[in-house]
């Protein structure tokens, strides 16, 4: 069983993984996958379905460093682990990007995963944590100045350290997202299986994550809230506390780059909530 592209008419198949393993993802998220890197994302098939996948996105180098491949969506159905099909993806995966010049490449990876990265030369970079809402009769009003939102790269590219331009417009593509901006920030938020997913949002102050934070949940107030973030940041996890959050879940982010590549200066005390753990 080897590796092949995946494609939209395996939807339904890689929907009953997601389903499978409570994952937040919807259809609209792995549409934007398989269009933003068709031949990136990957699948074995077994008994005349897709069983396994894992997928990347890519983004572009900030002048002077070398380009980013995030790796996200690596999952098997439970019935059909243990017989090294993460592996095979993951093996075929990374080999495809460093052919291609990719000499950083990252991802955020569960308990489970964590070994088989470790032993792909995946080093651990620092925790991620999910944070979740549960729904609240109480309403948050939103305050302050929040407009239609426009991507600001002189914003997102020091926060992130590469260009996200090509993720962030396709993130207002499911029925439901949404984002905004206001003075010092911008935020997004889109509809998940589970729960509606508060990022990313990148802002200069807490002042501003707070008032995005505040126009997000005024929309949402009745629904479970996911909200991953960094805990580095710790003003980050302040406000999610504040607003009625509670961590459940820490992942590990990962790096696996050539000895003497350096990656783009970012400033992590300006992300307040990732774009999510298949995009970073």
């Known amino acids: 069983m080897e590796p092949e592209v995946l494609s939209p008419a395996d939807l339904p198949d890689l929907l009953a993984l997601c389903r499978a393993a409570h994952w937040n993802q919807t259809e609209a998220d792995w549409r934007r996958v398989l269009a933003l890197e068709p031949e990136l994302c990957l699948g074995i098939r077994a008994g005349g379905r897709i069983v396994s996948t894992a997928a990347a996105v890519t983004y572009s180098p900030a002048e002077g460093f070398p380009p980013l491949a995030w790796i996200g969506m690596v999952l098997t159905d ?12 993951m093996t075929r995966l990374t080999a495809t990007l460093d052919g291609r010049g990719f ?26 944590e999910r944070w979740q809402r549960d729904p609240s009769r109480k309403r948050i009003q939103a305050s302050g100045v929040v407009e239609p939102f426009r991507c600001d790269a002189a914003l997102d590219i020091p926060a992130f350290g590469w260009d996200r331009s090509r993720l962030l417009p396709s993130l207002l593509d499911a029925p439901g997202a949404d984002a905004a901006l206001t003075e010092g920030g911008f935020a997004m938020g889109r509809p998940g299986a589970i729960a509606a997913y508060f990022g990313p949002c990148a802002a200069r102050s807490p002042l501003a994550a707070k008032r995005l934070a505040n126009w997000f949940l005024a929309r949402h107030h009745g629904e479970v809230v996911f909200w991953d973030l960094l805990p580095h940041n710790g003003e980050a996890q302040a406000l999610a506390r504040s607003l009625g959050f509670r961590p459940v879940r820490t992942l590990v982010r990962m790096v696996r780059r050539p000895p003497g590549v350096t990656e783009p200066p970012r400033r992590d005390e300006h992300i307040f909530a990732i774009a999510g753990f298949e995009f970073g």
């Open 103 to 128: 000499a950083v490449q990252k991802l955020d990876a569960t308990s489970m995963g964590l070994p088989l990265y470790e032993q792909l030369g995946f080093l651990a970079e620092q925790p991620v």
């Open 78 to 89: 439970p019935e059909h682990r243990g017989h090294g099909f993460a592996r095979r993806l």
